[in-house]
Structures are given as structure tokens and as C-alpha cells.
């Protein structure tokens, strides 16, 4: 079973700090993942993908990528208000047959809270 | 800036009745998804389309469930039969290819009564 654990938090940071939401994956084949913002009510809205190991920055979101140790994160520095969502980690899997697959296997969700 | 559509925002039926959901998926967009989430708990992944025919399906999308692409734009997921249990949004997505990032829909809340 293909999985993807996230902490569910909730996760409280004061306005103006980084928070750092943290994401482990079950399928050492995995190429591609992707970091979702999903705000009660609403459906995901991507914010970050990353495919190669290390680091990828967008703006105030830094995606980390460690395929070794099957670790994904994302820090989100000068939170703000507006940031207070839950953050959904999703991965591709992948299978010996057919290699990657186009589904996403999607954690649980760290929700966050930023404090103004 | 493109965007997925989908139609309703709202559907009730009641127990036992057909549902068809719509989806206009991003223009250039070569695979297209359904994916659920109940309440409380995760996303989770129904099927993938690609070249009018599906590509991958979970264990959750049984006999009951078809998805077509009706036309050059449109993209439909049908529930013959509906369930109690089949409640939950349901997401369109669509991604320019197979592993690549996919965007979402505003979702269709389904309520089965």
C-alpha cells in the first residue's frame, strides 16, 4: 500500500515566521511531487512541485526535495493570515510495470495556522 | 489565466439515482482525472483519461462509475447507481502530461439522500 504521511497539526505560527510542513512517502520509486494549499470548502490549488532533489523556490515557498531518505517539505517564510489553510503533499507512484503513474497519492493534510 | 471548470457546485439525489458531473478541463490539457474526497478525510484518486480511454482506475471506481468525453471539451464522470456513501466532493483535474503538475476544479459536492 503506496502511502503519504504528513503530520495533521494543527500547526501555529505567529505572522511573520517560516513554517515548515514536512512530508514522508512510502514509494522509493516516486518521481514527482507536488505541494497543495486546500482552504475549508475549496478544492486543492497547487502551489509548488518539485521533481529533482534539493531545493526549489517560488516567492515566499521553498520546496525541499531528499528522494534518500523519502522526504518532502515545504517552508513558507513570512507567513501570513491569509496562509492559514491545510497543505496537502501529493506524489505520483510508481510501478515496476508501467513506471510513473499519473494518479496522485495524496496525504492527509497539515492544517496551519498563522496568528496575526 | 486558464482554469477547470465543473458543473454543478451542488448536486442532491436521492438514493439509487443516476448523477452526471461535469468538467471543462484546461485547453491543452492532455490527461484528465476524477478524484474524491469525503469529508474529514483525504483525496482520493478515481480514475485518469488520456486518448479516450482510461488510463488508470482505483478500487473505488467500480461498475457503478464511467467517465466519457462527450465532445472536444467537456469530460463527465457518471454514477449509475448513487450510494449513500457516494457523498463527497468530487474534483476534475487535468495536467498537459501523464506525471506533470495537475490543476483542480472547484469541485461538485455531491449529496446522496
Known amino acids: 500500500q503506496k502511502e503519504v504521511e504528513q503530520n495533521s497539526g494543527p500547526l501555529s505560527v505567529p505572522e511573520g515566521a517560516i513554517a515548515s510542513l514536512n512530508c514522508t512517502y512510502s514509494?522509493?520509486?516516486?518521481?514527482?511531487f507536488f505541494w497543495y494549499r486546500q482552504y475549508s470548502g475549496k478544492s486543492p490549488e497547487l502551489i509548488m512541485f518539485?521533481?529533482?532533489?534539493g531545493d526549489k523556490e517560488d516567492g515566499r515557498f521553498t520546496a525541499q526535495l531528499n528522494k534518500a531518505s523519502q522526504y518532502v517539505s515545504l517552508l513558507i517564510r513570512d507567513s501570513q493570515p491569509s496562509d492559514s489553510a491545510t497543505y496537502l503533499c501529493?506524489?505520483?507512484?510508481?510501478?515496476?510495470?508501467?513506471?510513473?503513474?499519473?494518479?496522485?497519492?495524496f496525504g492527509k493534510g497539515t492544517k496551519l495556522s498563522v496568528k496575526p | 489565466e486558464p482554469e477547470v471548470t465543473q458543473t454543478p457546485s451542488h448536486q442532491v439525489t436521492q438514493m439509487g439515482q443516476e448523477v452526471i458531473l461535469r468538467c471543462v478541463p484546461i485547453?491543452?490539457?492532455?490527461?484528465f482525472y476524477w478524484y474524491r474526497q469525503i469529508l474529514g478525510q483525504k483525496v482520493e484518486f478515481l480514475v485518469s483519461?488520456?486518448?479516450?480511454?482510461?488510463?488508470?482506475k482505483s478500487e473505488i471506481f467500480d461498475d457503478q462509475f464511467s467517465v466519457e468525453r462527450p465532445d472536444g471539451s467537456n469530460f463527465t464522470l457518471k454514477i449509475r447507481s448513487t450510494k449513500l456513501e457516494d457523498s463527497a466532493m468530487y474534483f476534475c483535474?487535468?495536467?498537459?502530461?501523464?506525471?506533470?503538475?495537475?490543476?483542480f476544479g472547484p469541485g461538485t459536492r455531491l449529496t446522496v439522500t
Open positions: 483535474a487535468s495536467s498537459q502530461f501523464r506525471t506533470y503538475e495537475q490543476y
Open positions: 514509494d522509493r520509486g516516486s518521481q514527482s
Open positions: 518539485i521533481y529533482s532533489n
Open positions: 501529493a506524489v505520483n507512484p510508481y510501478e515496476d510495470y508501467g513506471g510513473s503513474q499519473g494518479n496522485l497519492i
Open positions: 485547453s491543452n490539457h492532455l490527461y
Open positions: 483519461f488520456y486518448n479516450n480511454e482510461i488510463s488508470e
